[in-house]
């Protein structure tokens, strides 16, 4: 059923500039799908668990990798295709760009090519609402930011009704490939109706897109996920704002949380960019079996010995997965997580939360429970919300940073009576995520953007399914990226979702070994002590390519280049 889109794009001047912005072409891609052949490499495997993903995928398992090369290819242009996108999960700047690169891919083989939008992520597939995307209404679209073109969901499709509702709708829109942009949940997702179709005989290509703020979606062959480079950028101009003011009142300490679900990369990143004076890194306080209580020690020793300095301010950095990487905190979480699947009929009858955590408290290991009711109130409410529907807890609306400065109040209170503290403690929080998820693409992002659309146009020609449109070498000139596809099943393990073992595309965690974390521990007692902030400023989109289209420092570092 074709859907009426809702509203226009409204166009700032900046953006009327943005629109006419040309995203730059790898040179393996400029000419056109036809000049390009896919070339198979060797048959792989999944990261982990390969028996147990080889059974839950048996068709889609062990592909070879593909790159892209030179060569004629022009059977693939006599057919004209329909190909079906949809925006899956968190927003994260550049997703409109992928779509016109997949338009412009599919128009440039056979104008006759049609692209349809499934409106509000994965439910626009099972009930059928899309939109045709037509050159005339991509127009205002290219190079913002936002989902609104199509808008995003987080429905999982997983249920048999829905499996087989998304496959009478692909076939009766006559599609030929559907395009799923989306982060590692979502393309796990992709992956199973990849699998699903190709179980039901239904030859319809599925292709995923590496999308998400969090820099999570990555491995070898997926340098980065698009949306990274962008919100990391406005994050750090807003933290850097906040340093300033910092060093100019000098009399508040700031607590702020960073976006990014498990992983720590954004705050990583945004500690590079800034300098802030304390960054906590949630994989390293897990690999150092952190308590809650020593996380907070660790910020009151500093916290003092900037007051004896004299110095009563600084900048705190927080990842939103902290809370996860605490092992008492995890613990505690997995519990919950197993109690809130397993007891699902009975807390949808409780009315009040109260109800429901006394409940579920009931159901907890002793040693668990006493820590729940340890925690405040609010925290421990926030522990409770309803799982997303990939199984994760919505770490984003755990208020972290505040429950450090509630719990640094009382340790600071406390060394105060033993002479160990005498300053004074004047604490703001922030939490900035949805902030940077709509913004107007980086360069970087618009080009990488519109490289991976048009890449997976491609993949769909060639009539390749259950694969990641993989665009590399990034940090090479634009000219220079390759282009091909990583098989979606190489990149799973098995982990435990709502109380179950499922297959689920492995996330990339902060390497405690790795470039960027050692560059953070090389440098943090400096920025701890000496207040050398860095003031990033806002994304420039014209001027000298130097910083137009720079990227992540922690793109550079993994790729053994030097930041200073
Ligand atoms: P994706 O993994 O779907 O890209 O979402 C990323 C993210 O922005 C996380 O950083 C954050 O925890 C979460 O989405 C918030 O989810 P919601 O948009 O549902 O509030």
Known sequence: MSTKRAAKCNCSQLQQHRCKFQPVLPNILKKGPACVKAKAGKATKSVAD????????????????????????????????????????????????????????????????????????????????????????????????????????????????QLKSAKDNLIANKMDALVVVGGDDSNTNACVIAEYLKQQGVDI??????????????????????????????????????????????????????????ASHITLEVAFKTHPNAVLIGEEVLAKKMTLGQVVDNLAQLIAKRAKAGKNFGVVLVPEGLIEFIPEMKELISALNDSLADNEAELSKMASVAEKKAFILSKLPAKLSDLMKSLPDGIASQLMLDRDPHGNVQVSLIETEKLLVEMLRTKLAEMKKTGKYNGKFSAITHFFGYEGRCGVPSTFDANYTYALGY?????????????????????KKTQDWECGGIPLTMMMNIERRKGKEKPVIKKALVELKGEPFKHLAKNRTIWAGADVYVFPGPIQFFGPAEITDMTTYTLLLEQGKKIK
Request: net charge positive; glycine share 12%; hydrophobic share 35%.
């Open 50 to 161: 390969q028996a147990a993903v080889k059974r839950i995928f048996p068709n889609t398992y062990g592909l070879p990798e593909i790159t892209f090369v030179k060569g004629a290819n022009s059977a693939i242009t006599k057919k004209a295709v329909r190909v079906g996108v949809v925006l899956s999960g968190g927003q994260a700047p550049g997703g409109h760009n992928v779509i016109g690169g997949l338009l412009d891919g599919l128009k440039k083989a056979n104008p006759k090519n049609k692209l349809f939008g499934f409106l509000g992520g994965p439910s626009g597939i099972v009930d059928n609402k899309w939109v045709e995307i037509t050159p005339a209404l991509m127009k205002d679209y290219r190079n913002t930011g936002g989902f609104d073109l199509i808008q995003s969901g987080r429905t999982k499709i997983e249920t048999d009704e």
């Open 455 to 475: 890449n997976a146009a491609v993949l769909a020609l060639n009539k390749c399914s259950g694969y990641l449109s993989s665009v590399r070498k990034l940090t």
């Open 205 to 262: 290509s599925v292709i995923g897109v590496p999308k998400t703020i969090d820099g999570d979606l990555k491995n070898k062959q997926i340098e980065t996920s698009f949306g990274f480079d962008t919100a990391t950028k406005i994050y750090a101009e807003l933290v850097g704002n906040i340093c300033r003011d910092v060093n100019s009142a000098r009399k508040y300490w700031h607590f702020i949380r960073l976006m990014g679900r498990s």
